[in-house]
């Protein structure tokens, strides 16, 4: 099963690396991007937690990526 490597960024905030999973394919990690964005959000300072979110997903090996673009609320 490969693995995804979750980049996540908002604002100023950018966290390479910030969670890394292993999932059947591409599709089923970017429903796992949802959750990714809110534990991101929680490290977050107060005033930054209502913006664009952007969350990377890469396959480890490369062969794969999507960038999704979280509006808050999410």
């Known amino acids: 099963m490969p693995r995804y ?5 908002s604002g100023i905030c950018f966290a390479q690396e ?3 999973h ?4 591409l599709e089923t990690a970017c429903h ?3 959750r990714v964005a809110k534990r991101f ?3 977050l300072p107060r005033n930054l937690r209502q ?5 990377e997903i890469v396959e480890e090996a490369g062969q794969e ?4 673009r979280l509006e ?3």
């Open 51 to 55: 913006e664009t979110l952007m969350v």
């Open 18 to 20: 910030f969670e890394i």
């Open 22 to 25: 292993h999932f059947a394919n």
């Open 32 to 34: 796992e991007a949802h």
């Open 65 to 68: 990526s999507a960038i999704l």
């Open 72 to 74: 808050a609320p999410f």
């Open 41 to 43: 959000r929680a490290y």
């Open 5 to 9: 490597v979750f980049n996540a960024s």
